[in-house]
């Protein structure tokens, strides 16, 4: 929410004018300290398994929209394709933006569910299995972004002429 909608010029200020109450709200998630947050148990934050009915509008979106759009992003920035068609189950994008971003969030996502236990695991996958599925999660393999090395320090030297572009004309946005 915060990086896509409160942090884009355009559409936080869209955002301020129209929904000021949605804003405010970002605002504090983003201000949240750990030790602010009031709970029962003394501070300590408790998980709930996202099971029960209202939860599958949401999984369903993850499953059958954001998922399947990450994965034709992933295979697009493996071919070298600048831009792709994605066609999901609630939206669609003619000739969006391919970034290597949305490769390593999809990279990301591959490893912190290969990193749960295989009960772990399963209990993930029959969760999504109303809402859809996670084929596309793991479809066509961890599909690398070469992006770990972006976040790693020091930084390797970079292309000046990427560098430059970026400085004069920053980062491209669909």
């Known amino acids: 929410m915060?990086?896509?909608?409160?942090?884009?010029?355009?559409s936080g200020?869209?955002?301020r004018r129209q929904g000021p109450n949605t804003c405010e709200w970002l605002a504090?998630?983003?201000?949240?300290?750990?030790?602010?947050?009031?709970?029962e148990n003394s501070g300590t934050q408790q998980w709930q398994w996202p099971e029960a009915?209202?939860?599958?509008?949401?999984?369903?979106?993850?499953?059958?929209?954001y998922l399947p759009y990450l994965h034709q992003n992933a295979l697009a920035f493996r071919e070298g394709k600048k831009h792709f068609d994605y066609s999901g189950q609630s939206l669609s994008f003619n000739s969006t933006i391919t970034t290597h971003y949305?490769?390593?969030?999809?990279?990301?996502?591959?490893?912190?569910?290969s990193a749960?236990?295989?009960s772990d695991q399963s209990?993930?996958?029959?969760?999504?299995?109303?809402?859809?599925?996670?084929?596309?999660?793991?479809q066509d393999g961890v599909i690398r972004s070469g992006m770990d090395n972006e976040l790693?320090?020091?930084?390797?030297?970079q292309n000046k002429q990427v560098l430059l572009r970026m400085k004069i004309f920053g980062q491209a946005r669909n």
């Open 28 to 39: 504090r998630m983003w201000n949240a300290k750990p030790e602010s947050l009031n709970s």
């Open 152 to 157: 790693s320090i020091p930084k390797p030297e």
């Open 123 to 138: 209990r993930v996958t029959q969760l999504f299995e109303r809402a859809g599925g996670l084929d596309s999660l793991h």
């Open 53 to 65: 009915d209202y939860w599958q509008p949401l999984l369903s979106r993850i499953a059958k929209d």
């Open 116 to 118: 749960l236990s295989e």
């Open 102 to 113: 949305r490769a390593w969030c999809r990279e990301q996502l591959q490893a912190e569910f």
């Open 2 to 10: 915060f990086r896509h909608f409160g942090n884009d010029p355009i």
């Open 13 to 15: 200020e869209v955002m």
